[in-house]
C-alpha cells in the first residue's frame, strides 16, 4: 500500500486541523493504520491508532481529548481530526500502515506516508 498524508499547514494555538491520508490498493480496510509525529529535534512517537474496521482506536496521552482519528474505508482514507492544538503539536505528521498488529510502535508499520508539517504558533 502507497500513503500520501496532507492536509498540515500553519495554526494558531486554539485552532483545529484535519489530517488526510489517501492510500493506494484495494486491500486498504485489511490495514491496521497509525499516526506518527516527529517534532524537531526529537525522536518520533505516536500520536493514534485504528484498527482495520475503524471501531477500536488508541491515543498518546499528550492528545487524548483533543485529537480524533477516523477512518472510510470506502475511500481510503484515514483521518486525524486535532481540536485544541497547542505549540507542543508542532510537528511533521507521518501516517503509516500494517497488517499484523494494532500497534503503538513505529517499528511495527511496514508503510509510511511522506509526513505533512503542522505548525502551532503561539
Known amino acids: 500500500v502507497q500513503l500520501q498524508a496532507y492536509g498540515g499547514g500553519l495554526v494558531q494555538a486554539g485552532g483545529s486541523l484535519r489530517l488526510f491520508c489517501a492510500a493506494s490498493?484495494?486491500?486498504?480496510?485489511?490495514?491496521?493504520m497509525g499516526w506518527f509525529r516527529q517534532a524537531p529535534g526529537k525522536e518520533r512517537e505516536f500520536v493514534a491508532r485504528i484498527n482495520w474496521s475503524g471501531d477500536s482506536t488508541g491515543y498518546a496521552d499528550s492528545v487524548k481529548g483533543r485529537f480524533t482519528i477516523s477512518r472510510d474505508n470506502a475511500k481510503n482514507t484515514v483521518y486525524l481530526q486535532m481540536n485544541s492544538l497547542k505549540p507542543e503539536d508542532t510537528a511533521v505528521y507521518y501516517c503509516?500502515?500494517?497488517?499484523?498488529?494494532?500497534?503503538?510502535?513505529?517499528?511495527?508499520?511496514?508503510?509510511w506516508g511522506q509526513g505533512t508539517l503542522v505548525t502551532v504558533s503561539s
Open positions: 490498493g484495494r486491500t486498504f480496510s485489511s490495514y491496521f
Open positions: 503509516a500502515a500494517n497488517r499484523g498488529r494494532y500497534s503503538i510502535y513505529g517499528g511495527d508499520y511496514a508503510y
